[in-house]
């Protein structure tokens, strides 16, 4: 059974800094690109971050460059997400997500972790 389990969200000021942890199981990952996403209330999920398994390849949405940072860690199968200077718009269910490549829509998803910053 394939599971992305998410954690490290929660509540920060504005300017504050959180790490988000993907935890992935059930089959191998090594071809997929993992991906970050989050969706803000009474908004659509959006792209936020990707980096491919094998390395290099990190892409960002230009709302977080400079301030977010997507690494993985092969030996632990997870994914990371180092948030710095976080703003109140970054507010959000974040999302981790599995894409085969040459595809734009996850073909896992885990259940999402909410990260509220304050202002």
């Known amino acids: 059974q394939v599971q992305l389990v998410e954690s490290g969200g929660g509540l920060v000021q504005a300017g504050g800094s959180l790490r988000l942890s993907c935890a992935a199981s059930g089959r191998t990952f090594s071809d997929y690109i993992m991906g970050w996403f989050r969706q803000a209330p009474g908004k659509e999920r959006e792209f936020v971050a990707s980096?491919?398994?094998?390395?290099?390849?990190?892409y960002y949405a230009d709302s977080v460059k400079g301030r977010f940072t997507i690494s993985s860690d092969n030996a632990r199968n997870t994914v990371y997400l180092q948030m710095n200077s976080l703003k109140p718009e970054d507010t959000a269910v974040y999302y981790c997500?599995?894409?085969?490549?040459?595809?734009?829509?996850?073909?896992?998803w885990g259940q999402g972790t909410q990260v509220t910053v304050s202002s």
């Open positions: 997500g599995a894409l085969k490549p040459g595809t734009i829509v996850p073909a896992y």
């Open positions: 980096i491919r398994w094998s390395g290099g390849s990190r």
